[in-house]
DNA sequence: TGGTTATTTGAATAGCATTCGGTATTATCG
DNA sequence: CGATAATACCGAATGCTATTCAAATAACCA
């Protein structure tokens, strides 16, 4: 009884680590040279391993990328849950700068592997990353954004999605923005400016009015927190239906 | 010297009637299967051309694909002007608003496009959609900002790659969203409250002091379009009660 | 150890973009 | 107009690469 689960055990682990050995050199080559341009003889290469071999792990070549683009995805939602938690002050706006800082820096740096996420589409089978991995991923922000609420930090009646679109969508975008330089001058292109305009915008947006609350505003505030918790309770009902 | 320049005109006429009988094709194909899925004889038996006179047009299926997106681009480029010009209301947020509702249903409907603009970068060859097209298209964008400054309708200290980088990312990254449809619930995520929420956005905090309108207004219209939302989803979930 | 199953391998296959030698079509000029 | 040069066109042949598969090897168990 003993021995068959350690023999298991050591069998699991072992694909695994082929496995993981597979996805690194794949990776690495993929990075390299991009997923065209990527051979799966190179990889196969790199990961000492006969080029039929990969086919036992994955169905195709597209299925590793897809497995290599998720295992970057997840990466990045554990880095950016790290960025946060080693975030000294503990207010909204500046857990968001350091969350902004490290998208944006991210996506600059991996431009192609985001690019590719969306793109690698293919017509007849469902490769596409799964969603859950890019939900996890948003979800660094809309944890953070929900406390910035219930912290009243945040204005009451200010819309998650709307804000998280605002947010990487803006970033994103500016990340291209500044890899293309499409900008002719350089200087008003960089990180910094990015990241200070978004946190002014969130700043000035979606913080709470710094002014006492007329009372009109706090009866207000009350009934869209009201409709927030009814509307959350709807959909949890909802996602319950058969269909 | 009359006859040659009217025969190279029709020579010329004719060349450039082939190139866009070629185009017509690819880009049909293209969109119906996608970069790879699309097969070189299939762009020449329907453009009613030999397989090998398409690289006479075109040095390689990667630059055909260029060649289609830039005519792509382009063509959003004047479908936007032409937006913008149909737009009665003369204001600035009037037109935002039309041009916010255009780009919308523009990516959501021709996103592998789009991706692929962004994706499509060899790493040898320097293929990748001409700056000027893209700078083009964020032309229309940035024109019209320009003069809702001058016209006072903006606030003069507005940072103008801040809101051209809001305004087409958010747009995109909402697009991206609703076609993933990451959201449980799809019903606050149709394209019109991503472009009244960006309206709104842009009101708040790029319009001039004197223009912007109430936030307990604001905050009132939000609540009850909320309410029309929940509403809406009772009725739905009521339907679907079994018992 | 011998038999049985699971895994690995790389040569063979197949599919596709691209090339190229030859042919048809058009332009040029005596 | 006819001859000749130039150009455009074709599609079978080429070459490259992802994928398959039959044989070889390793792992397992009695």
């Given amino acids: 009884m003993a021995s068959k689960p350690v023999h298991l055990e050591t069998q699991r682990a072992k694909l695994e ?3 993981r050995v597979i996805l690194d050199a794949a990776r690495a080559v993929f990075v390299e040279h991009g997923f065209d341009g990527a051979r799966v003889s190179e990889i196969a290469r790199r990961a000492s391993i006969g080029e039929g ?16 683009l998720q295992q970057f995805w997840d990466g990045l939602t554990l880095e950016a849950q790290a960025v946060m938690q080693a975030t000294k002050a503990e207010g ?22 985001i690019n590719l996420t969306f793109a690698l589409r293919r017509n007849n089978s469902e490769v596409s990353v ?19 609420l219930d912290r009243g930090e945040i204005r009451p009646d200010a819309v998650l999605w709307q804000a998280r679109d605002v947010f990487y969508g803006t970033l994103e975008y500016s990340a291209r923005s ?3 330089t499409i900008e002719p001058d350089r200087d008003c292109r ?5 990241v200070d305009q978004m946190i002014a915008l969130f700043r000035a947006h979606y913080g709470a009015a710094d002014a006492v609350p007329e009372p009109d505003q706090l009866a207000l505030d009350a009934m869209a927190k009201e409709l927030k918790n009814l509307s959350a309770k709807l959909d949890r009902l909802a996602a319950n239906q058969p269909r």
Same sequence: chains 1, 2.
């Fill in 130 to 148: 799964s969603r859950d991995h890019l939900r996890h991923y948003v979800a660094v922000f809309d944890n953070l954004f929900r406390r910035g």
């Fill in 92 to 113: 909204f706006f500046d857990r968001l700068q350091a969350l902004a800082q490290y998208h944006l820096q991210t996506v600059i740096e991996n431009n192609d592997f």
């Fill in 178 to 180: 500044i890899e293309m």
């Fill in 53 to 68: 071999t990969i086919y036992s792990y994955y169905e195709s070549k597209a299925e590793l990328m897809l497995a290599v």
């Fill in 17 to 19: 680590r082929k496995e």
């Fill in 190 to 194: 960089q990180t910094g400016p990015v």
